[in-house]
């Protein structure tokens, strides 16, 4: 593993400022080396999609497993068309209702994306991202990005630039300052090489918005085929160092009763309430979110991380909504309390 002494964080808010970042990172990735960037979903870790060694540098850097394929990231319909053999008309009305924004498109791959991006499979994720710094940088660069989130393999998807430097500081040259990422979750995913269209990873374009373009959705995948479509299919995923329990109650007795049975002490169990939300002292810390699937994807991912920070044993997470616009939610925070007690 390729050591830094510490990355370097580089601050966007004037004009001034995100021109030089964009011209330090686009050096960077031209030169094949990784740079975390900052997307509305999420933090990624990117690297030039054409380039098979600079993308080895990303399953280097994150220890990720090789079967798990990584999103491209591209800036135009053309640059997105270019990396896929076959498009759609379906792609086009898809890509007119939400790009740029928070969906990826399974198509099958061009001869350009080397296998080490699509884990050796026949199909590639394309997204067009909306934050403008990676948008400006994919522009600049002239190549489409291989960017998944900027973190330890398994570990939480980071949504500001300090949970990146704390996780791969040490790991990687440059790390671009764009704020609190504005969505707080990975990408939808769609599947468009089957019919009717299937919903690989949820996200918060939720169903109804897709069926909408699409006209029917088929059940959501999961990861028993033998080669992925897409990243974030593996049963434990988007996991904080501490274990999470997702709990129900309507009151404060119920609640400690709930906890009790945790055999963990109160002090530290850290909750996440939306609705009902304790007035007990007896926990090590008491979060509220708001009670809309938006507002608490922004905020989900930064209240486990400083969970972690506070060293927590057990996050308790109020159970969820069950309606589609939560669906994205619901399924981090599943696969985030995968581990068993």
Known sequence: MKRVKSAEVLATHTRQLF?????????LLRAGEVVALPTETVYGLAANALNDKAVARIFEIKGRPSHNPIIVHVASLAMARECVRDWPEIATNLARAFWPGPLTMVLPRSNQIPDIVTASGVTVGVRWPSHPFIQSLIRECGFPLAAPSANRSNNLSPTNPDHVFKSLGDRIPLIVDGGQSQIGIESTVIDL???????????????IALIAVTGALAGLSTANERT??????????YSPKAKVAVLEWNNDSELLAETARLNVASQKIHILAHTHIPSASDYGRISVIPHDAEAF????????????EEGAQVIVVEKLPETSEWSGIADRLKRAAATEF
Do not use: W
């Open 19 to 27: 021109n030089q970042a964009v011209e330090r990172a686009a050096a």
């Open 193 to 207: 090489t089957v019919d009717p269209r299937r919903v690989l990873r949820p996200g918060m374009i939720h169903d």
């Open 228 to 237: 992925l479509k897409s990243p974030g299919l593996l049963q434990k995923h």
């Open 297 to 308: 994807a922004r905020a989900f991912y930064a209240e486990l991380h400083q969970c972690d």
